[in-house]
């Protein structure tokens, strides 16, 4: 039960730490923004208490955020520690990718130094990776840009599962940190322009001073920017680029006035940019590169306004997404997919499955006779098949609305081959696969799993679906399939599993046993699964030992 629920529980991380991300670059202020952070840290990553201590001007660092206890809050917020305290800190205990985690019992040394610190006693830990109260988790934030510039320290403490977090856990406080660390960079840069397009509007006698601060701040941000006209035949058209954009696009910046962003865009998401307002507008979008590939991008904008004429031209803030779109697609696919063949999991073959079938249990055509009945006045004989006099399944008998354009799917009939093809569904069970695992050990077992894995993924089509269910389950969904077709597939997949298979020098070999079960609406997917393998236990028992033999 609990490899089955993973899936569930990685995808709900993945959303929390996808909100928490998200609620990063709403923050109209820098503090602002690192309040969110700290709550980020609460919220979305598990931990009962979080804190930002951020990186002053002098090198010393401030606790400029905290959250989850309002006692610890109002005493440490403000305070500071030493530049040299914190560098030893993070280089000692152990490294976790970037991060550095100081069981408690090294971190005792600390508590006596000058970074501020909550704590409370507790008892030694039961297991080894139980959190002790004392043990420290630090995860460094850097400037953007590609350098080492330390920026800031999340510090995290009391995971809400009492454990020590694992691979998945200190991979999403790491991306988390990495987010933070860009969403503080591109508030202090927001600040940074306000305050230059303040100056710009109220300040007209130190025009030149704010033009030139303006064209810096702009010139040399470490992200893209962009300035486009307002209005009129050539609304949208890029006047200016900065270094960034044309570094990230890979496109002079001559050349980059001649177009507009949505010469640009991906065509799949010309309808977000056209959707994304003006003033306050934000995107999440692809922009083409010189080389033609494409570049996950969020674009930000707002309008630079003039105080007589009103909005003059629109500044475009573009920061490059791709390793966090990478990184979100990436978990997205170890959510759904099996982490041992990379084939569908249970979870992601449900899903499938459930998009093809719905509550409604197909209706048959009606006959030309009901046609006219319906046609002519003979209402109540139609809606008594389920039809209307319009062609369209009639709502009064099965309760959807007039116009269903979802396509039913139906079965075979089981006596007779009358040309219907429907969505198989084979139940394979491999045969003698335990013996092997017994025999072998398990490296040999997963071996075999893999190699069966990508032999029936050889034998399917183009938009077939094969999935691990679990153990040695595996389902394979094939569409617009007739009975014989189906069990034409499962001779073929069963053909192609008995070749022995090497591993290690060693010849195993597995059989395996089919069942053959179709999906049609009005059926669950539990129910659609349960008839496959009955199916499939009923194949299994009338063939021979010797025919399911292996080893």
């Known amino acids: 039960m609990e490899a089955e629920s993973e899936p569930y529980v990685r995808l709900a991380t993945m959303r929390q730490l996808h909100q928490a991300v998200a609620d990063l670059n709403t923050a109209r202020s820098l503090a602002d923004t690192l309040q969110s952070v700290a709550d980020g840290i609460v919220g979305g990553l598990g931990y009962e208490l979080g804190c930002v201590n951020l990186v002053r001007p002098d090198g010393d660092l401030v606790i400029a955020a905290f959250a989850g206890n309002a006692a610890a809050e109002a005493l440490i917020t403000g305070r500071v520690g030493s530049r ?38 507790g008892p030694e830990p039961r297991f080894e990776d139980e959190w002790h109260p004392l043990d420290r988790l630090y995860a460094p934030m850097y400037a953007s840009g590609g350098g080492r510039d330390l920026l800031g320290v999340i510090s995290v403490d009391r995971p809400r599962n009492g454990r020590r977090p694992g691979a998945w856990g200190r991979e999403a406080l790491q991306m988390y940190a990495s987010q933070a660390a860009i969403a503080i960079g591109n508030a202090r840069l927001r600040a940074n322009m306000q305050r230059a397009l303040v100056r710009l509007e109220r300040e ?30 050539q609304h949208g058209r890029l006047l200016r680029t900065n270094d960034a954009l044309c570094r990230l696009l890979d496109r002079p910046a001559s050349v ?45 904008n707002s309008v630079v306004a003039d105080a007589a004429d009103g909005p003059r031209f629109l500044l475009t803030h573009v920061e490059d997404i791709e390793e966090r779109k990478r990184h979100e697609l990436n978990l997205a696919h170890r959510a759904s997919h099996d982490a041992l063949t990379g084939l569908p999991n249970s979870a ?70 009358d040309g219907t093809k429907g969505l198989a569904v084979l139940f394979c069970d491999l045969d003698g696969f335990k013996s092997i695992n017994d025999r072998f050990g398990h490296h040999t077992g997963d071996a075999v799993l893999i190699e069966v894995a990508r032999r029936l993924s050889a034998c399917v089509r183009d938009g077939d679906t094969v999935a691990r269910l679990g153990g040695d389950e595996f389902v394979v969904l094939a569409d617009g399939l007739g009975a014989a077709d189906a069990a034409d597939l499962a001779v073929r997949l069963r053909n192609a599993i008995i070749p022995p298979i090497r591993v290690d020098g060693r010849a195993v070999r597995v059989g395996a046993s089919f069942g053959i079960g179709w999906a049609e609406c009005g059926m669950s997917v539990e129910e659609v699964l349960r008839s496959a393998d009955q199916r499939m236990y009923v194949e299994k028992r009338s063939r021979s030992k010797v025919h399911r033999r292996a080893g």
């Not at 073959?349 to 002519?376: F, G, M, N, Q, V």
Request: proline share 5%; net charge negative; glycine share 8%.
């Open 84 to 121: 040299a305290s914190w560098e030893r800190r993070l280089s000692m205990g152990e490294a976790w990718d970037d991060l550095r985690f100081i069981p408690h019992t090294e971190g005792w040394v600390l508590l006596d130094d000058d970074v501020p610190q909550w704590h409370t006693e």
């Open 204 to 233: 007209q006698q130190a025009l030149r001073a704010s033009e030139e601060s303006f064209r810096q701040a702009f010139e040399y941000a470490p992200s893209g920017m962009a300035i486009a006209e307002m209005g009129g035949d």
């Open 256 to 300: 980059l006035r001649r177009h507009s962003f949505a010469d640009l865009v991906h065509p799949e998401d010309i309808g977000t940019l056209l959707r994304t307002s003006a003033e306050g507008g934000r995107a999440e979008l692809r922009l083409s590169r010189r080389d033609g590939t494409y570049l996950w991008v969020s674009l930000r």
């Open 348 to 417: 992601e073959l449900k899903s499938r499955l459930s998009a093809r079938i719905c509550e409604r249990p197909h209706t048959p055509a009606a006959t030309a006779i009901e046609a006219l009945d319906a046609a002519y006045g003979d209402v109540e004989s139609s809606l008594a098949h389920g039809y209307r006099a319009d062609g369209y399944e009639g709502e009064a008998v099965l309760g959807g609305g007039p116009f269903d354009h979802h396509v039913h799917t139906e079965a075979p009939a089981p006596e007779r081959d």
